[in-house]
C-alpha cells in the first residue's frame, strides 16, 4: 500500500506537469524533449535490472519502500507523460 500510493503520487505530480507543459506549450526543443521522454519506453526492463541494482546499493535503497517507489516511478513515467500530453493538447484553448 505504501509503495503503490508513493508510486502513484511521484507518478501524478511529475506527469501532470509534464503531460501539461509538454502539450499545451510550443517551444524551442519541445519535440526533442518529448522523443527523449518516449524513448524511455522503448529500452526493456531486462536491459536496467543491473545497473538499476549497482545504483540502488550505492544509494542504500535496496530493500526499502523508497527504492521501489522509484523503480515503479521511473517505469511508469514516460507512459504516464505520453498519455497525458495527448489529453492535454486534445482540451481545447479557452
Known amino acids: 500500500m505504501i509503495v ?5 503520487i511521484v507518478i501524478l505530480a511529475l506527469g501532470l ?5 509538454l502539450g499545451r506549450y ?8 518529448l522523443g527523449f521522454v518516449l524513448s524511455g519506453m522503448l529500452v526493456p526492463a531486462k536491459l536496467a ?5 549497482i545504483q540502488l546499493k550505492w544509494m542504500h535503497l535496496l530493500d526499502s519502500h523508497l527504492g ?3 523503480v ?3 517505469g511508469a513515467l514516460p507512459a504516464a ?9 486534445s482540451l481545447p484553448l479557452i
Not at 81 to 89: E, H, K
Open 81 to 89: 507523460i505520453f498519455i497525458l500530453s495527448g489529453f492535454f493538447r
Open 68 to 70: 521501489l517507489i522509484l
Open 17 to 21: 506537469g509534464a503531460g501539461f507543459v
Open 49 to 53: 535490472i543491473i545497473p538499476l541494482f
Open 26 to 33: 510550443q517551444f524551442k526543443g519541445h519535440g526533442l524533449i
Open 72 to 74: 515503479y516511478s521511473s
Open 4 to 8: 503503490t500510493g508513493g508510486s502513484l
